[in-house]
């Protein structure tokens, strides 16, 4: 499973200018974390109201980690 491309792909669904949406990956053995980067107007809809859409993607790519035996963390910035 690409980890990679899973944030990408939910954040391309979230925002208005989806070729602007930008995921760095750094892993270590067991630890992943997922840079997500969008355009500067977009940076709420991606966090949402009270940071509940940055939760709900934390919490799925954290699934989608466990399904490969990593660590999965996200940063939005």
Known sequence: MDLQQVLT???????????????????????????????????????GHHGKIAKAIRSIMKA???SIGKRVSVEIQ
């Open 9 to 47: 792909n939910i954040a391309r669904a979230i925002v208005d200018d989806p070729d602007s949406v930008k995921v760095e990956m750094t892993e270590d053995e067991n630890d992943v974390t997922l840079t997500l980067t969008v355009a500067e107007d977009d940076t709420g809809m991606v966090i």
């Open 64 to 66: 989608a980690g466990t």
